[in-house]
């Protein structure tokens, strides 16, 4: 007689429902659920994802680099709450609400600002990190376009640069994963080779690295004169494309050559701002201010999406005209949620009354420590760390010229092998990385530096 089949628990059950209607992001649906876990999550909790069966998940990716001060917080919690007793939402054309003018006023009193520059002055919502970075493209080319500069079509992204997903974004993005299959569909940006300090040859700094990687990007300019509207990057931090971190006087070398052809500079801090890096936003680091910044995950603490592009005085007053189509008249449904704005208001505030820059310094400090040591794993090819975010690159036997290849799939391995650990890890191909919430303590840095060992023993065992 066949034994009864195991009860199905309520994660089980969940699990079927979801497959059955569901289509994930980022995701092969074949792998699922047998390669690849699909957890379902009831609650969250400070660090701490929790599934229907009660089981606990130290979320160590701030899910997808989004979560600020760990899920749930309440002060964000309830600002939406009452948010939504006031306004849930009015268009923005034409209309206006106190959330997103004193959202707008408080991003510029913080932004970055640079000596000799007129500071960031306006500030245009949209509503993810994708729908920002398409507003500064085209805010850039539309300046050009008023200006009746009208051969300045171009754009200047770097190697391994990331911005999104929609189709202008994939554009200037440089993930082969992502953007092979639509390449047909993309306009062809011009690349320059990454400042990467994991590039660097034997014997080079970071730094030399850096200055390398700007003399090319001046090249670049001297082979498209007057062609280059704008130059993007992730400053300081490349994220999706490995956690690759390079020396900020790449952004100042960046930022004067950018002057020097009248290009902008367009700082896509959707990942790096609100304190990743160590500092609230990463071009800080380089004492340098961008001519648009776009903005998005922490800017609402994790909660809501939000993106915010800010920039100056002088690009604004090319729009103003009696013609409409000199106006931006980019729109999304949803531009300037009172919510959002709400929920980013109250991410602002916790900056203010929790000191949560000096804070992170002290856990930044406690990361680094627990990170030292994998240095002298065998497989370790680099352990790299920007504030908040460390990474460590796996190679066969450390050697950096001997990636392990995409079929060993290091990375899926050492994800479930973290996940049966409850940690969530999420690596980007061979390099595992910790993006914590900042509300994490040294007991939970402790079992992340313990499970990501495990983790990469196990990844890296027959591989
Ligand atoms: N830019 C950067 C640097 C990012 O890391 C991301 C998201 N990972 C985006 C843009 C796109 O943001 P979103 O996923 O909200 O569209």
Known sequence: MLADPAPLTLADRWRQRDLAVLWHPCTQMREHPDTLPLVPIARGEGPWLIDHDGRRYLDAV??????????????????????????????????????????????LAIAPRQPGRD??????????????????????????RNRGEMHRTRFVALENGYH?????????????????????????????????????????????????AADRLADLFDRHPGEICAVILEPRLQCAGGMRMHDPVYLQRARALC???????????????????????????????????????????????????????????????????????????????????????????????DDVIARNRSTAEVMRRL??????????????????????????????????????????????AALKRGVVLRPLGNVLYWMPPYCVEDEHLDLLAQTTLAAIEDATACA
Not at 86 to 97: D, Y
Not at 122 to 143: I, Q, R, W
Not at 168 to 186: E, F, K, T
């Open 62 to 107: 701030s899910s997808w680099w989004t979560n600020l001060f760990g899920h749930a917080e309440p002060r964000i919690g309830a600002a939406i709450a009452h948010q939504a007793t006031q306004l849930e939402q009015v268009m923005l054309a034409g209309f206006s609400h106190e959330p997103a003018v004193a959202l707008a006023e408080r991003l």
């Open 119 to 144: 500071p960031l002055a306006k500030v245009f919502y949209a509503d993810n990190g994708s729908a920002g970075v398409e507003v500064a493209l085209k805010m850039a080319f539309h300046y050009f």
């Open 164 to 212: 999104g997903e929609t189709l202008g974004a994939l554009s200037v993005g440089d993930i082969p994963l992502y953007r092979r299959v639509y390449a047909p569909l993309l306009t062809e940006a011009l690349f320059a080779p990454s400042p990467d300090a994991y590039l660097a040859e034997p014997g080079q700094s970071a730094a030399q690295r850096a200055h390398e």
């Open 259 to 353: 002057d020097a052809n009248g290009a902008f500079l367009i700082a896509d801090e959707i990942a790096t701002g609100f304190g990743r890096t160590g500092t609230l936003f990463a071009c800080e680091q380089a004492g340098v201010m961008p001519d648009l910044l776009c903005l998005s995950k922490g800017l609402t603490g994790g909660f809501l999406p939000l993106a915010a592009v800010l920039t100056t005085q002088a690009l604004y007053d090319a729009f103003l005209d009696d013609s409409r189509e000199r106006a931006f008249l980019h729109s999304h449904s949803y531009t300037g949620n009172p919510l959002a704005c709400a929920a980013a208001l109250a991410t602002l505030d916790i900056f203010a009354t």
């Open 371 to 416: 990170a030292a040591p994998f240095a002298d794993h065998p497989h370790m090819a680099d352990v790299r760390q920007a504030g908040m975010v460390v990474a460590f690159e796996l190679a066969r036997n450390g050697d950096r010229h001997t990636p392990f290849p995409a079929e060993a799939r290091i990375g899926l391995r050492a994800y479930t």
